[in-house]
């Protein structure tokens, strides 16, 4: 049964304000936010890749040879940020995710956020035991 809460998207705008929405959490937390963002929604994965990250300190210490830092910081900033994503792409997408998983890269500048999403109503659960 869909949410009544569900916006009622067609995949290329559901996919925009995902993005949109990724894109203003990170600037929420890190006061800058990406400069581009694509989101793809399979069946039960939502994926966004975000481009150029990093805040203006982050480049420092990264060009001090502090990667090591910059992504020990951004991976506590994705856990704080955790609830306030998965209610974004829950409330855009009108499915339940299951599972959240976010990474940084320094060289290129990029960021993923992953979502898996409960199956869909009829449909059946991913068989996680299957390669």
Known sequence: M???KRKELET???AAAIS???VQLLHEYTGRGPTRARTTIGDNVIVCVLADTLT???RK???GGEDRL???QRS???RLMRDDAIGAVERFSGRTVSAFMSN?????????ETFVLTAAPGEEPTDSSSG
């Open 20 to 22: 949109n929405a990724m």
């Open 104 to 112: 940084n890269h320094i060289d290129p500048d990029l960021a993923v």
């Open 70 to 72: 910059v992504l020990e």
């Open 56 to 58: 203006k300190s982050e």
């Open 76 to 78: 506590a900033l994705q």
């Open 12 to 14: 290329g705008p559901r």
């Open 2 to 4: 869909t949410s009544p």
């Open 61 to 63: 210490l990264v060009d």
